[in-house]
């Protein structure tokens, strides 16, 4: 299997703009995850999904972040309009196995860069 | 709420010699654990995992950890470091009924000398 992908990589962007990261999980993993990592407040857990359906999204920083997940294979995070402080790099993750055993599975991050 | 402390920002260790991160954990029950190594770029890559049984677990590239009910410490060891395990290493915690919900600490970065 691939593992999980992401795109972009890298992002640059000016304050205002729509930004949108994609994720596709590993195909037959059913927990989804975005998280937010930065030096100042390390991994954060922003949403994760169940069977495509989302089931915490507490983590999410305010109404500018959303987040989708259509299908079993593809995920989106959403940020409009964005803000320099939204700056890091934000991961997608994936799991089988639910009830906080399940292995996590990381993409290789999209770095964000709002000026 | 659960939560996890690696006292240590950044430690420095020469190639070949021993090392010991420390994970300390607050939960009311008994956590599962984990410890995750992200090389620079890169995503986090699971080192090892605790759910029960065995409080001595062994992962993948010569690591082990021990989880000590009694001190609520999870610390990750290697008897003999290579310089390819310079990273940052993160522990992190998770709790039954929350779906892989896991509470990462705040990381420690390895630097190896040569």
């Known amino acids: 299997d691939a593992g999980v992908i992401q795109s972009p990589r890298h992002e640059v962007t000016e304050m205002g703009q729509e930004v949108t990261l994609r994720c596709k999980p590993i195909?037959?993993?059913?927990?989804l995850f975005w998280y937010r990592q930065t030096m100042m407040r390390g991994l954060e857990l922003l949403i994760y999904?169940?069977?495509?359906?989302?089931?915490?999204d507490s983590g999410m920083p305010e109404d500018r972040f959303s987040a989708k997940m259509p299908n079993a294979s593809f995920s989106t995070l959403k940020i409009q309009p964005s803000e320099p402080r939204d700056s890091a790099v934000y991961f997608c993750?994936?799991?089988?196995?639910?009830?906080?055993?399940?292995?996590?599975?990381f993409g290789e991050g999209s770095r964000l860069t709002v000026l | 709420a659960q939560s996890v402390t690696q006292p240590d920002i950044h430690i420095t260790v020469s190639e070949g010699a021993s090392l010991e991160l420390r994970c300390n954990y607050s939960?009311?029950?008994?956590?599962?654990l984990f410890w995750y190594v992200q090389s620079p770029g890169q995503g986090l890559q699971l080192l090892l995992k605790?759910?029960?049984?065995?409080?001595l677990v062994q992962g993948i590239k010569g690591f082990e950890a021990e989880f000590k009910r009694s001190q609520s410490s999870f610390n990750l060891r290697k008897p003999s470091v290579h310089w390819s395990d310079a990273a940052e290493y993160f522990c992190?915690?998770?709790?039954?009924?929350?779906?892989?919900?896991?509470?990462f600490g705040t990381g420690t970065r390895l630097q190896v000398t040569l």
């Open positions: 993750a994936s799991s089988l196995m639910g009830g906080g055993g399940g292995e996590l599975f």
């Open positions: 195909s037959g993993h059913d927990y």
């Open positions: 999904f169940n069977n495509n359906v989302p089931i915490d």
């Open positions: 939960y009311g029950a008994t956590p599962y």
């Open positions: 605790y759910f029960s049984g065995d409080t």
């Open positions: 992190a915690v998770g709790v039954t009924g929350t779906a892989s919900k896991l509470t």
